[in-house]
């Protein structure tokens, strides 16, 4: 299922257990759907790896990423917004600071953003994630990043998320990726790409590693949950890893 998230929780900045070998501060907020929370969970995964521990204060931090919305107007004119709030305190308080836009606006409006308005340091796309150590070294290098490659078979399924300001019972597990409807009034095939799944030993791994820790409640997660069809990696309608019996 595609979920909804709380109004209230749009633009939430996420927080996660502190490391004290960490030394770098990460602000990032989440605005639109259910699968950008998760996918903010992955982003905090890899960067933890990279030497960062989130921040609730704005002012302090080293990067400012923004996991973005190009499903309706409102949630790209709140980011927009916001983006101003960015730039404003990394002119007059934290001249370091680096700002970062994510998720399906990273991909839909790359040039805007990086050559005409120039009010980002990076732009990645929602398949791109693991390429942020190698899109911050660019950044620290004076360089503008940038990687909205959409994949053909990345699902993430091999990076454990985690879990943000977490209730302790319900989490949202990703199963599937992308879309194959092309609806008129959509753009999540062009900001998501083509519908993929996920691999399901991993998909059952993390369920248990979630009941081991005591959650109750698990929450499916993608744009079409529904059409879930594991044919060994892939786009799910190339049938180039099925069986036999699956291509008939």
């Not at 996420?14 to 699968?35: D, P, R």
């Not at 960062?52 to 080293?62: F, K, S, V, W």
């Not at 699902?155 to 019972?169: A, E, F, H, K």
Request: charged share 30%.
């Amino acid at each position: 299922m595609e979920k909804e998230i709380d109004e209230k929780k749009q633009g939430t900045s996420l927080v996660l257990e502190q490391k004290e070998q960490n030394t770098k501060k990460l602000f990032i907020e989440s605005y639109g759907c259910a699968m950008n929370f998760s996918d903010s969970e992955i982003v905090a995964s890899i960067l933890t790896e990279q030497g960062y521990n989130t921040t609730q204060n704005l002012e302090e931090a080293d990067l400012v990423l923004v996991n973005t919305c190009s499903i309706r107007d409102k949630a790209e004119q709140t980011v927009r917004k916001r983006l101003e709030k960015y730039n404003a305190v990394k002119r007059s308080i934290n001249p370091g600071m680096k700002v970062g836009v994510l998720g399906c606006m990273a991909e839909r409006l790359k040039s805007q953003f990086l050559e005409e308005e120039k009010i980002v340091d990076m732009v990645v796309g929602p398949d791109a994630y693991k390429d942020l150590p190698n899109l911050l070294q660019e950044v620290e290098e004076g360089r503008d990043a940038i990687n909205v490659i959409l994949s053909k078979d990345e699902t993430y399924g091999d990076i454990s998320p985690v879990r943000l300001q977490s209730n302790g019972i319900n989490a949202f597990v990703s199963i599937t990726r992308g879309c194959d409807n092309m609806c008129t009034f959509c753009v999540v095939p062009f900001t998501r790409g083509r519908e993929r799944s996920r691999e399901p030993q991993s998909i059952l791994e993390e369920i248990k590693d979630l009941w081991e820790r005591g959650f109750k409640e698990v929450c499916l997660l993608g744009q079409n949950v529904d059409s879930y069809l594991w044919y060994g990696g892939g786009l799910k309608k190339d049938f180039v890893n099925a069986s036999e019996m699956q291509k008939e």
